[in-house]
């Protein structure tokens, strides 16, 4: 079984920085996509940023210049590095695994817990 373990909210004043972390354990011979997402209250969940295991990246127009995602393969570690951090970024911050590929060949997408960040002062 895959579990992804998520660290690193909290709570920052705007203009601040927070950097999360979310590791991938279990028998695990390849993670094709790791990646963040957010839900504010009252709205949907929301792509935040992905990394490719060949370093392929994608982020929310929102985030572009103030986050930056980077990945140890050999960790199955994500990481998303928040700077400039605004009020509106306050939400809860998934961990995303896209084509987990396990050593018994069995393949699929995981999700992390959860883990909150607030913008406030």
């Known amino acids: 079984q895959v579990q992804l373990v998520e660290s690193g909210g909290g709570l920052v004043q705007p203009g601040g920085s927070l950097t999360l972390s979310c590791a991938a354990s279990g028998s695990i011979f390849r993670i094709y996509t790791m990646g963040w997402y957010r839900q504010a209250p009252g709205k949907q969940r929301e792509l935040v940023a992905n990394?490719?295991?060949?370093?392929?990246?994608n982020y929310a127009e929102s985030v572009k210049g103030r986050f930056t995602i980077s990945r140890d393969n050999a960790k199955n570690t994500v990481y998303l590095q928040m700077n400039s951090l605004k009020p509106e970024d306050t939400a809860v911050y998934y961990c995303?695994?896209?084509?987990?590929?396990?050593?018994?060949?069995?393949?699929?997408?995981?999700w992390g817990q959860g883990t909150q960040v607030t913008v406030s002062s």
């Open positions: 995303n695994a896209k084509r987990v590929v396990q050593v018994s060949w069995a393949t699929g997408d995981y």
């Open positions: 990394l490719t295991n060949i370093g392929s990246t």
